[in-house]
């Protein structure tokens, strides 16, 4: 299902036509570095006045009609003396690297909906599971407890009183359908696909998880991880050579023009080595009286260039305080989750120990109804306590930047 949602997300696709867009502007600023070159041809069919400035009649060998046959090329290359094309290239490609880590980001939240809703639909199955099934033990007992009443043997009171604990667990059954509804609903829409495969995905899947206890040693790792900090840092990567470029524009641009090609008044002498042209062209430009905007430009640069350090160093602060939540929240879950678990076992012994004693007749019927619905109760906190540490262990996964293992962290790593 991660799979699913990670090929048919919009969210996802969006991410990845913007890493599309950030990689053409990187093959842009690199091709900023090399040499320009284009070819043309042409025919230039023209009359000149005969009347004009330039005596054109009384010159011999000019004709006021000419057509001009035309083809070479022009090439122009700039020489980064300052280096402002590579701090653009650098800004670039830092760009491109944050859009990346941002995409891992965007992938990373969808596989953690997924799981979470997953887990949160697998355990409103077994909460209905058991639900039911103490709404069934429960109704047993109003029925003997009816009958009991009717010989004498009870009072009004304890039928009232098995009554009202049937009534209680009959009224979270809506609930807890509503819940599995909602999630497998959810789940369709994060894939894209309708609810009833969901439904069949659901009645298949396991009922219990084996969660793990995640190492401590490995926390340091959670910057590196997370895409965010990634994002934050190449973003300030980005600014920091804006700088640069902005700083070369105080210094003067040096580029070299060049053109050649063959030009004749007959396709018959097109080739001759007299029709050939050349020309090249030194030039420099210097914005020597805009200095004043130049280094108005780099005052800009400069504070955004800090407004992305603090924002790398908020990135940072929230990613620790994040990894720092989610691990308590994850132990407490697992340690809850514990106490659930002996619990129940204590609750299974409990009911097998009221079945042989019911069976050699020390105890009554209600006596053993009552034993297990203090089973199912277990039970059913029992399920709660999994499907909360479950979804404590996607938020954890999510905070971390994805596993513990060394394939998730390089998943995790923005490749140019």
Do not use: C
Not at 361 to 385: W, Y
């Amino acid at each position: 299902m991660v799979d699913t949602a990670l090929a048919q997300n919009l969210d996802i696709r969006q991410a990845t036509a913007r890493i599309d867009e950030a990689r053409a502007l990187r093959d842009r600023a690199a091709g900023q570095q090399l040499p320009t070159a284009s070819a043309g041809a042409s025919v230039n069919r023209r009359r000149q006045s005969e009347n004009g400035p330039l005596p054109i009649g009384s010159i011999p060998g000019l004709e006021a009609s000419q057509t001009i046959y035309d083809a070479g090329f022009d090439a122009a290359w700039e020489l980064d003396l300052f280096g402002a094309n590579r701090r653009g290239l650098e800004g670039a490609s830092a760009r491109l690297q944050a859009t990346e880590a941002e995409a891992q980001g965007v992938r990373m939240r969808i596989a953690a909906e997924v799981a979470r809703t997953w887990f949160e639909a697998t355990g409103a199955r077994e909460e209905l599971r058991t639900q039911q099934a103490m709404v069934a033990t429960l109704q047993q007992t109003l029925d003997l407890m009816r009958s009991r009443a009717a010989l004498g043997d009870v009072s009004e009171a304890d039928v009232e009183a098995a009554y009202e604990r049937l009534a209680a667990a009959s009224a979270a059954l809506p609930d807890i359908e509503a819940r599995q509804r909602g999630a497998v609903l959810s789940i369709g829409v994060l894939l894209g696909s309708p609810p009833e495969r969901e439904l069949k995905l659901l009645n298949s899947a396991a009922s219990t998880l084996t969660l793990p206890t995640l190492p401590v040693g490995e926390r340091a790792d959670i910057l590196r991880r997370r895409p965010d900090v990634l994002a934050a840092e190449r973003r300030l990567a980005a600014s920091t050579a804006d700088i640069g470029v902005a700083t070369a524009e105080l210094f003067p641009k040096l580029s070299i023009g060049a053109g050649g090609g063959f030009q004749a008044l007959s396709p018959g002498d097109w080739f001759d080595s007299s029709s050939t042209r050349f020309s090249i062209l030194p030039l420099i430009s210097w914005r020597l009286f805009d200095g004043g905007r130049v280094r108005a430009e780099i005052r800009a640069r400069e504070a955004a260039q800090r407004q992305a350090a603090l924002g790398y160093e908020q990135a940072v602060l929230a990613a620790l305080g994040d990894a720092e939540r989610s691990l308590s929240d994850y132990d407490a879950g697992l340690a809850t989750l514990a106490r659930r678990q002996a619990a129940l076992d204590a609750a299974r012994r409990s009911a097998g120990h009221a079945e042989a004693r019911y069976a050699a007749g020390d105890i009554t019927r209600i006596e053993l109804l009552a034993v297990q619905r203090l089973l199912h109760e277990a039970e059913t906190a029992n399920a709660h306590a999994q499907t909360t540490a479950a979804v404590q262990l996607v938020a954890l996964y999510k905070a971390i930047g994805g596993g513990w293992g060394a394939s998730e962290v390089a998943s995790s790593t923005p490749v140019s």
